[in-house]
């Protein structure tokens, strides 16, 4: 074996456990990110809830065309 041979990090269980938990936070703040900018694009009421890149798809063109409107 050479000294520079690849060594596997051993993740303990609650390591695994703390790991979840950020990742959970992580997701729950990004889904309330999404949540807010779907609330802030204009959409028709009867529309099913636009996925994330459906959100960020009419986003840009929402600002595009506000953008537009201040020129």
């Given amino acids: ?10 993740i303990t269980v ?7 938990v950020r990742e ?3 997701m ?6 999404f949540d807010e900018l779907r609330r ?3 959409t028709f009421a009867y529309e099913k ?3 994330r890149i459906e959100t960020l798809r009419l986003a ?3 600002i595009s065309f506000m953008m537009d409107l201040l020129e």
């Fill in 1 to 10: 074996f050479s000294s520079k041979a690849k060594r596997r990090r051993i």
């Fill in 14 to 20: 609650v390591q695994r456990q703390a790991a979840n």
């Fill in 24 to 26: 959970r936070k992580r």
């Fill in 28 to 33: 729950f703040s990004l889904n309330e990110a």
């Fill in 40 to 42: 802030k694009v204009p």
């Fill in 49 to 51: 809830r636009l996925s």
């Fill in 60 to 62: 840009i063109i929402y």
